[in-house]
């Protein structure tokens, strides 16, 4: 099945702070979600984004399908920022079985 | 809309025992997905369903049943409780559309102990 990676698989931030976080993919994809599971451990949607750019207040992410990767940009992070960041993939050639990445566990700090 | 809930939040099971883990979604969709998630780790797909009556297997299916009797349901049961199925489950849904559109809301997680 398709892989995904994702990095860094750690990343601690000061308040106010910027980051990048990537998510690279083996396979052609259908679809591509970027969630947030909080501390408490609810799954929230961040975007739905198998390509392009979308922008949804400090938070921002493009996808370049034919390159295989995304990429989501956190800005002036906040503590409630902290959690773990999921890319998940809907392989092309696979429907409706889509593949999560391990996350990236973010920290911001005051 | 309620969204995508599930039912319980908690379940502590010995070793041999089966339960049935509820989800229900409001929403519509005829999508409906069942995920486990290992500490630590990301998700992986145990069932899947695209309407009533079908059901299909995901990457990780050993271990469990599911059916899908109405639009809005789709149950995932354990039949002979395992130490390794401990982990917390999220139920999902969606509503495919236009160009691939197939954009996933999950619930908000079952946590299973198996002693």
């Known amino acids: 099945g398709i892989q995904v990676e994702q990095s860094p698989p750690d990343l601690i931030l000061q308040e106010g702070a910027n980051s990048t976080l990537r998510c690279n993919f083996s396979d052609s994809v259908n679809n591509l979600q970027w969630f947030h599971q909080n501390p408490w451990g609810q799954l929230i949607n961040l975007f739905y984004i198998p390509s392009g750019t979308k922008q949804n207040g400090r938070l921002s992410a493009t996808t370049v399908a034919t390159e295989r990767y995304s990429l989501l940009y956190i800005s002036s992070s906040q503590t409630t920022d902290s959690g773990v960041y999921f890319c998940?993939?809907?392989?092309?050639?696979?429907?409706?079985?889509?593949?999560f990445g391990a996350g990236t566990r973010l920290t911001v700090k005051p | 809309n309620a969204g995508v809930t599930q039912t319980p939040k908690f379940r502590i099971l010995k070793i041999g025992q089966s339960m049935t883990l509820q989800c229900t979604q409001d929403?519509?969709?005829?999508?409906m997905y069942w995920y486990r998630q290992d500490p630590g780790m990301g998700l992986k797909l145990i069932y899947y369903s695209v309407g009533a009556g079908i059901t299909d297997k995901g990457e990780v299916p050993n271990g469990y049943n599911v059916s899908r009797s109405t639009t809005e349901d789709f149950p995932l049961r354990l039949e002979l409780a395992a130490p390794s199925q401990t982990s917390v489950y999220f139920c999902a849904s969606s509503l495919p559309g236009l160009a691939g559109y197939n954009e996933q809301f999950f619930g908000p997680g079952t946590r299973l102990t198996v002693l």
């Open positions: 998940a993939v809907e392989s092309g050639y696979n429907n409706n079985d889509m593949r």
């Open positions: 929403m519509n969709h005829n999508y």
